[in-house]
């Protein structure tokens, strides 16, 4: 069972560079988000969805844009890189929106340069 | 966006000393997590707690739901090599959904053989 894949793993990116990343989960979970971390701070939520159409902003959506055409998949885009986006991703899902255990994916290294 | 103090931020143990970590908010929380993160991984879950007071153990971990609902605890008992990496409290308010999920900003152990 491979739960949450992320890919890539490490990618550098020039500013203004586009790149998508992509999860996809073999779970049926409904929910799916991505998350960012950074040193010394907690895991901020960028954006998320219930299902597949559906998504919504999390609390630094800026600069990101996300689509759920499948309940497999559901890919992070990097429209206009900045170093500001330097950080690890992270996606994570669970069965549904109320349920809070998160299976998260092994984490892409971005930096932007 | 409202984030979980974890304290302590590092620890540096012998292997085979217990180790005592918590996480304060200054909100009422329902739900608190524990996550461990391995180095180069992404978090994973290790106990749920749903009710103040409550305690949970799995194998030499052992967490506590605060009975403020404003803390968690989290205890490691007789310290492995493999105990190491950063863990993560997270905490859901209500009956919010996975999306309000706030987390700490983590603690590292570190251990000496």
């Known amino acids: 069972n491979a739960g949450v894949t992320q890919t890539p793993k490490f990618q550098v990116l020039k500013t203004g560079q586009s790149m998508t990343l992509q999860c996809a989960q073999d779970?049926?979970?409904?929910?799916m988000s991505w998350y960012r971390q950074d040193p010394g701070m907690g895991l901020r939520l960028i954006h998320y969805?219930?299902?597949?159409?559906?998504?919504d902003q999390g609390e630094v959506p800026n600069g990101y844009n996300v689509s759920r055409s499948t309940t497999e998949d559901f890919p992070l885009r990097l429209l206009s890189a900045a170093p500001s986006q330097t950080s690890v991703y992270f996606c994570?899902?669970?069965?549904?929106?109320?349920?809070?255990?998160?299976?998260f994916g092994s984490g892409t290294q971005l930096s932007v340069l | 966006g409202q984030q979980l103090n974890q304290s302590p931020q590092s620890m540096f143990i012998q292997e085979g000393e217990d180790v005592s970590m918590n996480c304060t908010s200054s909100?009422?929380?329902?739900?608190w997590l524990w996550y461990k993160q391995d180095p180069g991984e992404g978090p994973v879950l290790l106990i749920a707690?749903?009710?103040?007071?409550e305690l949970t153990s799995n194998g030499r971990l052992t967490a506590q739901f605060g009975i403020t609902r404003k803390d968690s605890f989290l205890n490691i008992s007789a310290s492995i090599p493999s105990d190491v990496g950063i863990y993560f409290c997270?905490?859901?308010?209500?009956?919010?959904?996975?999306?309000?999920?706030?987390f700490g900003q983590g603690t590292r152990l570190t251990i000496n053989p």
């Open positions: 994570a899902s669970s069965l549904g929106l109320t349920n809070e255990k998160l299976f």
């Open positions: 779970m049926n979970h409904e929910y």
């Open positions: 969805s219930v299902g597949a159409g559906i998504t």
């Open positions: 909100s009422i929380f329902n739900t």
């Open positions: 707690l749903y009710k103040a007071g």
């Open positions: 997270a905490g859901r308010r209500g009956i919010q959904g996975a999306q309000k999920l706030v």
